[in-house]
């Protein structure tokens, strides 16, 4: 398997393009744990922003960690559940796919972001995509205090069901919506680009990774959708 490093320089990343032309991916990982490498991804999905279109649920699956699951009373997820999952290694292709050409984000980007770095890597990717985080965002663009999930979707009126709170296709399509809010308050204040978005708060260490491109096709990686997937069930985004 190739590996392709992450690269910078003059011209590069994403600062110069336009936000509303741009792709923009939102993640969620539900984890055995808070430590990527010890701890491992149980369950992974993606909500795709693309220029033009309505998000969508791209990908969700269940993964199997290839060790015992914990945290089950946070995200229900049981060694049951994952028994016949697919393991990350089988879908890396599938989520490089989904993210391919976009600006990633999630609602607590510091928690995904590292698990994203440490499953990619594992598959022989060491490109981390440029990305953002809307939990973040919210008190940029003056739409609220930082705040669990739970509480910004009860402040905007975005419905989160309490049953499936940590689950990861639920927590996705919530924050994709917490998402359009921020992006409608962003072209109100008349930030057009990534760079200028960064230029509203310099010192949040996530705003430096728009020097980053965003992942290619799954092929530039030597890696191809499997096309495998187990969900917990269907999620449709409004």
Same mark, same amino acid.
């Given at each position: 398997m190739r590996t392709v490093t992450k690269g910078r320089g003059i011209g590069r990343g994403v600062r110069g393009r336009a936000i509303a032309e741009t792709p923009i991916a939102v993640i969620d990982f539900e984890t055995t744990g808070l430590s990527p490498g010890g701890d491992r991804v149980i369950e992974v999905s993606v909500v795709r922003r693309d220029p033009?279109?309505?998000?969508?649920?791209?990908f969700d699956t269940l993964v199997n960690p290839?060790?015992?699951v914990a945290a089950t009373r946070i995200h229900g997820i049981t060694d049951a559940d994952v028994a016949e999952a697919p393991t990350?290694?089988?879908?890396?292709?599938?989520?490089?796919?989904? !993210?391919?050409?976009? $600006?990633?984000?999630?609602?607590?980007?510091?928690?995904?972001i590292r698990f994203l770095a440490f499953e990619l890597e594992e598959a022989g990717v060491?490109?981390?995509?440029?990305?953002?985080?809307?939990?973040?965002?919210?008190?940029?663009?003056?739409?609220g205090a930082r705040?669990?999930?739970?509480?910004?979707c009860a402040v905007h009126g975005i419905a989160l069901d309490?049953?499936?709170?940590?689950?990861?296709?639920?927590?996705?399509?919530?924050?994709?919506?917490?998402?359009?809010?921020?992006l409608e308050r962003v072209a109100e204040r008349g930030v057009t680009t990534f760079g200028d978005l960064a230029e509203l708060r310099s010192s949040y260490k996530? !705003?430096?990774?728009? $020097?980053?491109?965003?992942?290619?096709?799954?092929g530039a990686f030597d890696l191809a959708p499997s096309g495998l997937s187990l969900s917990r069930g269907a999620t449709r985004v409004h």
């Open positions: 033009g279109e309505k998000p969508r649920l791209v290839g060790r015992r990350f290694g089988e879908i890396a292709g599938d989520l490089v796919q989904a !993210l391919s050409g976009c $600006v990633v984000s999630a609602y607590n980007v510091y928690f995904d060491r490109h981390l995509p440029p990305h953002f985080c809307i939990m973040y965002l919210r008190p940029m663009l003056g739409l705040c669990r999930l739970d509480d910004a309490a049953a499936r709170y940590h689950s990861a296709a639920a927590d996705t399509v919530a924050s994709a919506e917490l998402l359009e809010l921020c996530f !705003l430096q990774s728009f $020097v980053e491109e965003p992942l290619p096709e799954p």
